[in-house]
């Protein structure tokens, strides 16, 4: 039995917020939510979600 590879990684915006991220489709560019909310798109593979309760 192969292994799965892990091909999508979400941005930092759609990870925190446990959204599905469309950045894989254009790579280059902003995912469709960032771009709509104007923040930076970036991937970061070591980002761990804050919790939002205070």
Same mark, same amino acid.
């Not at 959204?19 to 970036?42: F, G, I, V």
């Given at each position: %039995?192969?292994? *799965?590879? #892990? ?10 917020m ?17 771009? *709509? ?11 761990? #979600?804050?919790?939002? *309760? %205070?």
């Amino acid at each position: %039995m192969r292994g *799965r590879k #892990r091909e999508h990684t979400a941005c930092v915006h759609c990870r925190q917020m446990k959204l599905a991220c469309d950045r894989y489709k254009h790579p280059t560019k902003s995912c469709s939510r960032c771009l *709509r909310t104007q923040k930076p798109c970036s991937v970061n593979p070591e980002f761990k #979600r804050e919790s939002r *309760r %205070m």
